[in-house]
């Protein structure tokens, strides 16, 4: 079998995986990426289908770390759009804010309704979950059960394939917004309210053409400055003596070769991981990694014959009548996302398993059930849809449910145990970050190569949301590579 040295090795050319390679040129390292699939950007890439462009699952740029933030600045430039963040929940045929807004809630869900709300939430004050572990009693103290039902649980329920009593509250501190229904009536009240330490995202940053042309303008920087990205490469073995990986087997060109290195980035699933470890690690290791579970996605893009649908980014909606989860609205993240300005161009989400009736379905058929949905929600006729492409995403979210944590910390307990072994990113460090945090973890794993000592399972261990930003911030500067 051939062998290829190198000093950094790098699985994954998504976020995480291309700024780690970004970072490790910028201190003259020899680099290689390797990518499973035939395209930059991992979770984050654009799609690009008869000039129509799709952002696949919708990707803000915004963030409180700023050497994230020089580095987007630096790679974007002008390229760099500022947007108005417009994103509501439709519910019973009515459309309302989110975050939530109190008179919006009000003018829509009317007094009765409203007063039931405030009842059940009062009621949630005197009588609180003593111990939040799910979802639902993390939701339920801070919005009451009724506000629960309305706005959370269906949605969640959709997306994750789960009773929100199995999601842990680790997911909802994370990910739902630190807005409660205090603060919600106090946000609408005294919007202006210069007090407040925090602000919520009400615009963000994004890429002229999508996320993807970020990522290829990293791609191409490391390219100019030594390194090597090869895509349709994929890992299928790690060779290791239970102390060092010393090589990843790589399939590639119908033919299987060993790249090695000093030091190796991992950004695949955590579960795939363990089980390409080669020897096989103890049975109880293998056992934990099998409880390590992932939530796929697939969207059904729409290229529609109408200049204008609706102003929302995105619109989650919160009905059991559809199956879609999600609809992004590509026209309004970038007007050149869309090449005719005569036409729309919409993302329908679906969340599903690997191998269950949605997965399975063919393309024509998503298509169609895209159509008839878009139509049943009143946004568009079906006759209006003149063309439709399905993009399939596997392992898009790690799932949150009542065994991940033992599990977890099982296999970072025996990863701990490898000197030159980094998972990174998202799925390599089984945690739902926004992009930002993903590259703050390539980052900070070439820093831990030259010497630093930064916990990557730590980062974005925060209890804030990512909908939160501080209201300064600080410029850093990047470093360029050495000639």
Known sequence: MPVEPTQIVVCGAGPAGLTAAYTAVQHDMQVVVLEKSAHIGG??????????????????????????ESIWHDLMGEDFLKVQRLSRIYYRGRFFYYPLRFWNVLKGLGIWESTRILGSFLYAQLFPYPEEKSFEQWVCNRFGRRLYRIFFKTYTEKVWGIACDQIQAQWAAQRITNLTFWTALKRSLFRNNRNDVK??????????????????????????????????????RILHDRRRVHAFVVHTDDRDVEVRGTHYLSSMPLRNLIERLDPSPPEDVLQAARKIRYRDFLMVGLIVDRPHLFPDNWIYVHSPNVRVARIQNFKNWSRDMVPDPRKSCLGMEYFCNIGDDLW???????????????????????????????????????????????????????????????????????????????????????????????????????????????ATRVDVSIREPSS
Not at 50 to 64: A, E
Not at 220 to 232: D, N, S
Not at 424 to 450: E, T
């Open 43 to 68: 979770h984050a890439r654009t799609e690009d289908y008869r000039g129509f462009r799709l952002d696949v699952g919708g990707h803000r740029f915004f963030t409180k770390l700023p050497e994230i």
């Open 360 to 470: 399975q379905m063919d393309d024509a058929d998503l298509i169609e059930l895209a159509r008839r949905e878009i139509e049943r929600l009143g946004l568009a006729r079906a006759s209006d849809v003149e063309a439709g492409m399905v993009i399939r995403e596997p392992y898009a979210y790690p799932v949150y449910d009542t065994e991940y944590v033992a599990a977890k910390a099982h296999l970072k307990a025996y990863l701990h145990s490898f000197v030159n072994l980094y998972p990174i990113g998202r799925n390599g460090l089984h945690r739902y970050d926004n992009q930002d945090h993903a590259m703050l973890s390539g980052i900070l794993a070439i820093r831990n190569v030259l010497g630093e000592r930064h916990d990557l399972w730590a980062i974005n261990m925060e209890p804030e949301y990512h909908e939160t930003v501080q």
């Open 199 to 236: 602000t919520l995202i009400e615009s963000f940053h994004y890429p002229r053409l999508g996320p993807g042309q970020l990522w290829h303008r990293m791609a191409e920087r490391i390219r100019a400055w030594g390194g090597e990205i090869r895509l349709r490469s994929e890992v299928i």
